[in-house]
């Protein structure tokens, strides 16, 4: 491996500004958690964090971090509020709300409602205090179960942990059969800088899951590795498939006397059309 080809990254002598940018440039798109909260006064707060994820379904628990401002170190009021009213309401952001979210975003004195700022509907919620966004297509109800401190200064997470106690899901993003359609929900997605990301047809792909042991990248020959035909998604829908070819299967293409470089031409087309199965046994043949 060239080192010369990479930059080394040493977190504890690069400026935060700078790792802050190629931490969330690295890791992206991330889901957004438009979290809704309450102070121990009742006054709703209202804000979008990108550190977040569902890390279990059972018990379903949903985390996201909340960071110390980079500029000046002071804690988010997100965080404050869930350490005084354990309780949050995790909303997820489609794009025909993003511009909204994005006010509610701004640094807001403590007390003011990103609701009234960004001009959401504040719905209240079932099971907690603070309130659901209505023009959310998943609202999710949970309480805090831990929060992991990993420091005091500008930028230092605040890990939030909060168990599901009762999702809202909207009629509207459901498919026919009955799941999340990821066409209707139309999730925006955030990268690193100012940039964020919808999903779309052109941009969208599905993988099946592989259930069972697969063929593996070792049982590939040599020279199907190292083609300059095949590229790296071509060898793993080959090495991905859940059995090698039988020998009847090889037979059939054994009469064609193709070079190796023919061959691989040849299992390209096969698995563009879906036929990866083929193009496999041709290899091997």
């Known amino acids: 491996m060239n080192q010369s080809a990479y930059l080394e990254i040493d977190p504890s002598s690069v400026p935060l500004p700078q790792l802050h940018q190629f931490l969330l440039g690295s890791v992206s798109p991330r889901p957004i958690c438009f979290a809704s909260t309450v102070d121990a006064e009742g006054r709703p707060n209202l804000a ?43 909303n997820v952001v489609s794009y025909e709300m993003v511009e909204q979210m994005n006010v509610a975003a701004a640094p807001w004195e403590h007390g003011v409602s990103e609701f009234e700022k960004a ?51 909207k009629q509207s993003v459901l498919g026919e059969d009955g799941k999340l359609d990821p066409f209707k929900m139309n999730l925006v997605g955030r990268m690193g800088g100012s940039w964020y990301c919808l999903p779309g047809p052109d941009s969208m792909f599905q993988l099946s899951q592989p259930m069972t042991e697969t063929v593996g990248y070792d049982q590939l020959p040599g020279w199907v590795k190292q083609s300059d035909v095949l590229s790296a998604n071509d060898l793993g829908k080959l090495c991905g498939l859940s059995h090698m070819p039988s020998n009847d299967e090889m037979a059939g293409f054994q009469s064609l006397n193709l070079s190796n ?13 879906g036929e990866t199965a083929e193009a496999l046994a041709l290899l091997l043949s």
């Open 119 to 169: 001009g959401f509907t504040a719905v209240a919620s079932d099971l907690v205090k603070p309130f659901r966004v209505a023009e959310s297509p998943v609202q999710i109800e949970c309480k805090v179960i831990e929060i992991k401190e990993f420091g005091d200064g500008g930028g230092s997470g605040k890990l939030i942990m909060a168990q599901v106690l009762k999702m809202h899901v």
């Open 261 to 273: 470089e023919e061959k691989s031409h040849r299992a390209k087309e096969l698995i563009a059309q």
């Open 48 to 90: 979008p964090f990108s550190f977040f994820n569902v890390v279990s379904a059972n018990p379903p628990v949903v985390v996201f971090s909340p960071n110390n401002s980079g500029r000046d170190g002071t804690p988010k009021q997100t965080y404050l509020n869930a350490k005084a009213v354990p309780e949050v309401v995790v």
